[in-house]
């Protein structure tokens, strides 16, 4: 029953800024790791930033600078503030959250449904 919802997309201008939400919630025993994926158009999956449980982050080389992946006081909260937006960020989002749900014995991928993120003019 664990879900992953997403929130905060939309259309933003060039150079504008976004927020993206995402909560986990269901019979989580502990989360390992969280972060945000795209997809654009005719591209292969590719990680935005993850954030780690004793707070290390990565983020991909597009996102450096611009991009802050960072997580909610529960812990089963990730964001992602997203500023000086470029037409090229345009794709779905996608949080996801590794993580061991009672009732497992491992740490498993679980993914949201993807919110769009259109930067345009």
């Known amino acids: 029953q664990v879900q992953l919802v997403e929130s905060g997309g939309g259309l933003v201008q060039p150079g504008g800024s976004l927020r993206l939400s995402c909560a986990a919630s269901?019979?989580?025993?502990?989360?390992?790791?969280m972060g945000w994926y795209r997809q654009a158009p005719g591209k292969q999956r590719e990680l935005v930033a993850v954030?780690?449980?004793?707070?290390?982050?990565n983020y991909a080389d597009s996102a450096k600078g611009r991009f802050t992946i960072s997580r909610g006081n529960a812990k089963n909260t990730v964001y992602l503030q997203m500023n000086s937006l470029k037409p090229e960020d345009t794709a779905v989002y996608y949080c996801?959250?590794?993580?061991?749900?009672?009732?497992?014995?491992?740490?498993?991928?679980?993914w949201g449904q993807g919110t769009q993120i259109t930067v345009s003019s």
């Open positions: 996801n959250a590794n993580l061991m749900a009672f009732g497992d014995s491992s740490w498993l991928d679980y």
């Open positions: 269901g019979s989580i025993f502990s989360i390992n790791v």
């Open positions: 954030i780690r449980s004793g707070g290390s982050t």
